[in-house]
């Protein structure tokens, strides 16, 4: 089967034959080659030859999916973004994840209509810090300029590095990407560094990174210690006052880094969508098509007809090639769920929120694991394809190929050891399900009524093994489960009926601290 950079090749090769008609204005893919999105500068075969290029060196760090493919297929035909938005209203039923690419996009601010209902007033939506460059990041010798994460940025093409952690955008594209609605509040909509579920927020700060660190018990408190106050929404916003930043300096750092606080629309904290509520997926791997759902969305899609016979709490180490002391006091653990049908079993484990759509769907319960493009991760919608939280939590369910324990078993022997993947694996707990609504889509509704009461993640009082401990009690009907470690049993209270009742009956509101990622500078 010929490779996506193959076909891709073969589309090249159409292109390049009719480039003078197909390609005559900038595209959303080549307008990410130039320096200049805004310069809607001719795109022709040659860009998007060193496209190809780049990308298939690229491959190992953020490989491309069959998403991807369509994407960059529909690029080389498409004349720019707005007739591709338009083309998408026309046809409903193309797949959400066509955006799925590594590509960012500015420039293109909606109108003030479509934003105004695009992004709704209120609070509760899912807070994001990004690190805003003021001008050119690279001296004229090529170095990076002082004050800059080497890992955010690539010297040899002087660019700045899709999917980074921190976000980094230039000051000339996010600020070409900016809506400004009545409020007044101020909308910006494009693709974040690459991320293609990080589309469109409202800015409510821009904070200076100052010289040195303050360490003031209120700055330190309140997240001031690198980054000094500019503007805000609240503040000057309200005195209509537009967000701006001073004229970089080529001599002086001193403009060169800000930071940005962005919020997501109100529902953002409550899932991956507006229309499917629930920072929950099941991905169905035993089909003969393998499909991914999430959200409430998951609750109609899922297999009905299964019925829960047996469940299984097991918990182990992860593989470390030299373990710390924490590590070796870290377990994590999940629920094995055996079926009536006997073909297939089911992994429910919590984690860390996009912790798999961050990471290219690497999962240690698929043997493909370590290849490029995992199965998985080509059913991934772009809407899940975002930075990791590591203080918001999503459950997973994984249709695994063990047909009972002793199988699963057998698999976590495959993989165990230091170089591998598992390590101390046990099974702390066992019985019969005896809850009288037991099935697939029982299950999956459970699931998701309890992480959409509570999105949060912590270490010690919400995590992997109080979802595991809080799951088996629910479904075997047994007091007294525990999670597994010791440290983790501290302050765990059983939370079992958060399974059971409808979340939008009670108060939605997720906390304020909320935060999905702090830029340290």
């Known amino acids: 089967m010929p490779s996506f950079l193959d076909k891709a090749k073969q589309t090249l090769e159409t292109a390049k034959e009719n480039v003078s008609s197909s390609l005559t204005s900038s595209s959303a893919m080549s307008a990410a080659l130039t320096d200049d999105n805004d310069s809607e500068s001719e ?35 498409r004349t ?30 909606l109108s003030v209509e479509e934003t105004t209902k695009l992004m709704p007033p209120g609070e509760g939506g899912l807070i994001w810090h990004s690190l805003l460059i003021n001008g050119d990041p690279f001296e004229t010798d090529g170095s990076l300029k002082k004050g800059l994460n080497e890992r955010d ?57 100052r010289d040195k660190p303050v360490n003031r018990p209120l700055a330190i408190v309140t997240g001031q210690r690198l980054w000094a106050p500019m503007w805000s929404v609240d503040k000057e916003g309200k005195r209509g006052v537009d967000p701006k930043l001073p004229s970089p ?91 009536d049908h006997g073909d297939y079993c089911t992994v429910v484990e919590a984690a860390y929120l996009n912790g798999l759509g961050g990471w290219r769907g690497k999962s240690n319960f698929y043997h493909d694991m370590n290849e490029p493009i995992t199965q998985m991760y080509e059913c991934f919608p772009a809407e899940m394809v975002g930075p990791w939280l590591t203080n918001a939590a999503e459950i997973r369910g994984f249709d695994v190929e063990a047909k009972n324990l002793e199988e699963f078993q057998q698999y976590l022997a495959k993989y165990e050891g230091h170089n591998g993947r598992f390590v101390d694996a046990v099974v702390n707990f066992r019985h019969q399900t005896r809850l009288t609504h037991r099935s697939k889509k029982d299950i999956a509704h459970y699931l998701n009524n309890y992480i959409q009461r509570d999105v949060t993640y912590s270490e010690l009082r919400r995590n992997c093994q109080t979802l595991a401990a809080d799951l088996c009690a629910f479904l075997a009907g047994k007091k007294e489960v525990m999670p597994y470690h010791s440290v983790n049993r501290i302050e765990y209270v059983n939370r079992s009926h958060l399974f059971l009742y409808q979340p939008e009956m009670y108060d939605q509101s997720q906390p304020s601290s909320l935060q999905a990622n702090q830029v340290k500078g």
């Not at 720019?80 to 960012?104: R, V």
């Not at 700045?160 to 990407?177: E, H, N, T, Y």
């Not at 409430?296 to 829960?308: A, E, F, K, L, N």
């Open 249 to 339: 300096q080529n001599d002086n750092n001193d403009s060169l880094v800000f930071r940005i606080k962005l919020r997501g629309a109100p529902w953002s904290s409550r899932g991956w969508s507006q229309e499917s509520p629930g920072f929950c997926f099941w991905y169905e791997a035993q089909k003969e098509q393998p499909t991914l759902t999430y959200g409430t969305q998951m609750i109609q899609d899922v297999d009905p007809d299964p019925i829960c016979t047996n469940l299984y709490m097991v918990s182990h180490r992860y593989a470390r090639a030299k373990e710390t002391a924490k590590d070796k006091l870290t377990y994590h653990s999940l629920v094995l769920l055996e079926w």
């Open 153 to 209: 940025f690539d010297k040899t093409k002087q660019t700045i590095k899709p999917r980074r952690a921190s976000l980094p955008i230039k000051a000339k594209d996010f600020f070409g990407s900016i809506t400004k609605i009545e409020g007044p509040r101020y909308i910006f909509h494009g693709i974040l560094n690459g991320w293609p579920s990080l589309q469109t927020f409202e800015v409510m700060s821009i904070q200076r990174k």
């Open 43 to 77: 795109a022709n075969a040659e860009e998007i030859a060193i496209l190809l290029e780049a990308l298939e060196k690229e491959e190992d760090e953020a490989p491309l999916t069959r998403n991807m493919e369509r994407s960059l297929s529909a690029s080389l035909a």
């Open 80 to 109: 720019s973004y707005s007739s591709a938005q338009e083309d998408q209203e026309e046809d409903k039923d193309k797949p959400a994840a066509e955006a799925l690419s590594l590509e960012s996009f500015y420039g293109h601010p």
